[in-house]
């Protein structure tokens, strides 16, 4: 373990040096936030700081996490009962709002494979987690059957590599995903229907621990972090929470 984390150190300084390397002398990346030329990643140091200013859990949604302007408490989405998906989960916490030119770095960083963003999601996240869910054990929605092997990563298992060795967050993979189905090619009706029978416990995993918080990338209708609470509960977790790095709620 210890030189697995060593490894995975060492390894992340030489792509970093060279990422800097590459932008300094050769291509420097334009900010995805302000366009403004800047180095490493496709964020400059305003647009950074800028994300790194993460609402606090007291002016969210307590079930969804969205923002509040005017309400209190709840808001009016999850005070409406025909519409509600969240059932299991006892909270969301989301860093962003899918919108404007977050849009755009949640495609640099999970489509376009602008893996710098990696480090600097992790921090923000580790930041919240440490802030909000430090006695939580975390635990990452896994990734479709075969994606790995297509695409050659993941970017939560990614994300969960650098929280577990620079920030020292120990990781639960306790989830295994069965179904093949891209989620975001469904609706949302279809999404509820498919969504119900793609999780599954790994094989020998006997505790669950009481309390849990799941990691996703983004929450669209929130069924596919439904479906892992539920899961979860029914085997014996007591309240799980969601840490999420964006939604569309």
Not at 85 to 97: A, C, G, Q, R, T
Not at 159 to 167: A, T
Not at 169 to 192: F, M
Request: aromatic share 10%; hydrophobic share 35%; with cysteine.
């Amino acid at each position: 373990m210890i030189f697995k984390k060593k490894f995975f150190l060492i390894k992340n300084k030489i792509k970093s040096f060279f990422r800097k390397l590459t932008s300094v002398f050769i291509s420097p990346f334009e900010c995805i936030g302000c366009s403004e030329q800047c180095y490493e990643i496709s964020l400059c140091k305003k647009c950074q700081n800028h994300l790194e200013q993460i609402t606090p859990l007291e002016k969210r949604c307590k079930i969804c996490g969205k923002e509040l302007i005017s309400e209190l408490d709840i808001c009016m989405q999850c005070r409406r009962e025909d519409e509600k998906i969240i059932k299991h989960l006892d909270n969301v916490f989301p860093l962003y709002e899918y919108q404007l030119w977050k849009k755009e770095l949640l495609f640099q960083w999970k489509i376009s494979e602008n893996r710098g963003l990696s480090q600097f999601f992790a921090k923000n996240i580790c930041a919240v987690y440490e802030k909000y869910f430090f006695d939580f054990a975390l635990v990452p929605v896994p990734p479709r059957p075969g994606k790995i092997k297509k695409k050659g990563w993941d970017q939560i298992l990614e994300l969960c590599e650098y929280l577990e060795n620079i920030y020292n967050v120990k990781i639960y993979n306790i989830l295994k995903r069965i179904n093949v189905e891209q989620q975001k090619k469904l609706n949302k009706t279809e999404r509820l229907s498919h969504i119900e029978k793609s999780y599954i416990l790994k094989k020998n995993v006997i505790d669950i621990p009481e309390k849990i918080v799941l990691l996703d990338d983004i929450m669209t209708t929130g069924a596919t972090l439904e479906s892992c609470a539920k899961l979860l509960k029914a085997k014996g977790a007591k309240k799980i929470c969601a840490l999420t790095l964006f939604t569309k709620n």
